[in-house]
Nanobody, 125 residues
Framework: QVELVESGGGSVQAGGSLRLSCGAS?????????MGWFRQSPGKEREGIAT????????NYADSVKGRFAISQDTANKIVDLQMNSLKPDDTAMYYC?????????????????WGQGTQVTVSS
């Protein structure tokens, strides 16, 4: 059974930084998987913002965070981090870590079978 646990959320002023971390347990070693960060604001759909492939480390970013956020991984310990810089009030949301087996690290939420409980990020102006 795969379990994902996020940490690192909190409150910050606009322009500040936060680092989120996601620890995964239960992922089968030797199988390629994708891990991603998604976020959801009240009244909005959950959106993918960054993904990373376990093999090779290819990354993918949403336009809204490109150049400000960076996803990284420690495959040995199955940890994925999201460094968030130059935060804006629009970044305020619940942030979720997700994982899926496969090669295509898409942003589609329906493709991800495993989800964490989420961690809140609040950016004040």
């Amino acid at each position: 059974q795969v379990e994902l646990v996020e940490s690192g959320g909190g409150s910050v002023q606009a322009g500040g930084s936060l680092r989120l971390s996601c620890g995964a347990s239960g992922l089968i070693s030797g199988r390629m998987y994708c891990m991603g960060w998604f976020r959801q604001s009240p009244g909005k759909e959950r959106e993918g913002i960054a993904t990373i492939a376990s093999l090779g480390g290819a990354t993918n970013y949403a336009d809204s965070v490109k150049g400000r956020f960076a996803i990284s991984q420690d495959t040995a310990n199955k940890i994925v981090d999201l460094q968030m810089n130059s935060l804006k009030p629009d970044d305020t949301a619940m942030y979720y870590c997700a994982a899926r087996y496969g090669y295509d690290c898409v942003f589609s939420t329906s493709m991800y079978a495993y989800w964490g409980q989420g961690t809140q990020v609040t950016v004040s102006s």
